[in-house]
């Protein structure tokens, strides 16, 4: 078995629960990056020091962060933020007493935390996949270009592979793209985010990283909404342009089947500061608002 290179105990709070927090840097429970096996969250990314992997385990009230590879030392020493540990809190509580579901939200899924990884390219990997089309058709297209890419991860997991490296996927002409379902717009759109890839890694703050990514052609504020969720943990982060959640918050928040981005903004305001968290609990919680007439596509953005 291989030995991890860097180690370190962690203590989460009470009621802490690792696979609902950790499950948002997973794209499926097939995912090549990133599993949940045998109680045990593995997620392979390239640091700044080389291919890392990391592993979380609870272990009696603690949990247990090891790292394998050169960049061990560097995502062992983030364990805490990937984890969600460092999940600032303040204020929600009161926030979430304005609203009964809210408050019964708040504290049924008490142990979920915000994860907040650092990185900003291996999720907009993903959301650049997943604009405009269902979640199959976008997990296609993100395995088979992970898999186009192999490189294993460092660790004891196999088979387990490290997200591509940017400048190979900057490098990489679109019709490369197209086997895995993946039309020009979206692959050119993704090719341009990993030829600045490195400017986006630099971003000091979500309002920075938002600023940078909405900048490229092709990505507007969905897309940044759902990389600065992960990247930096962003609970104010609300995915405008969706084609579901506008109806869940309405439903959730209003009783009202249907709502566009004005009206889902709208009721969030009062959680100022944590919309996405509330967007994050209605998701935990499976509320759907109904489904009326022919079913529909996962999204259809008019900006992306």
Not at 149 to 170: D, I, K, N, S
Not at 206 to 227: D, F, K, Q
Not at 229 to 237: E, F, L, S, T, W
Request: net charge positive; proline share 10%.
């Amino acid at each position: 078995m291989t030995s991890h290179a860097a180690r370190r105990t962690l203590r989460p709070p009470a009621g802490y629960r690792l696979a609902a927090s950790v499950r948002a840097l997973t794209f499926s429970p097939y995912d090549p990056c990133a599993r949940i096996a045998a109680g045990t969250f593995w997620w392979a990314t390239r640091t700044p020091d080389g291919p890392a992997t990391l592993a979380l385990r609870p272990e009696a009230g603690e949990l247990t962060a090891e790292g394998y590879g050169p960049g061990a030392g560097w995502v062992v020493e983030r364990a805490d933020r990937i984890a969600g540990l460092c999940d600032d809190l303040t204020g929600f509580a009161t926030l979430a007493a304005a609203h009964p579901l809210v408050a019964r939200l708040a504290h049924t899924h008490h142990g979920l935390r915000m994860p907040a990884t650092g990185q900003i390219f291996p999720r907009l990997l993903r959301a650049v996949f997943e604009q405009k089309v269902t979640g199959k058709e976008a997990y296609r297209a993100y395995a088979a270009t992970v898999r186009h890419f192999r490189e294993p991860a460092p660790g004891p997991l196999q088979p387990l592979l490290l997200p591509p490296e940017p400048a190979a996927v900057a490098a990489t002409p679109y019709w490369v793209f197209h086997p895995f379902g993946v039309e020009q717009r979206r692959a050119d759109t993704l090719r341009r985010a990993a030829a600045v890839a490195d400017r986006l890694e630099r971003c000091a703050d979500s309002a920075e990283a938002t600023r940078r990514l909405t900048a490229i052609p092709g990505i507007g504020p969905w897309t940044a909404a759902e990389v600065v969720r992960i990247a930096y943990g962003d609970p104010d982060a609300v995915s405008v342009g969706d084609y579901h959640v506008p109806n869940t918050v309405a439903w959730a928040l209003a009783g009202e089947p249907r709502g566009d981005d004005a009206r889902m903004l709208a009721l969030l305001a009062p959680f100022q500061g944590h919309r996405g968290r509330v967007c994050v609990l209605l998701e935990a919680a499976g509320i759907q608002a109904p489904k009326y007439g022919p079913r529909a596509p996962i999204r259809s953005f008019a900006r992306y």
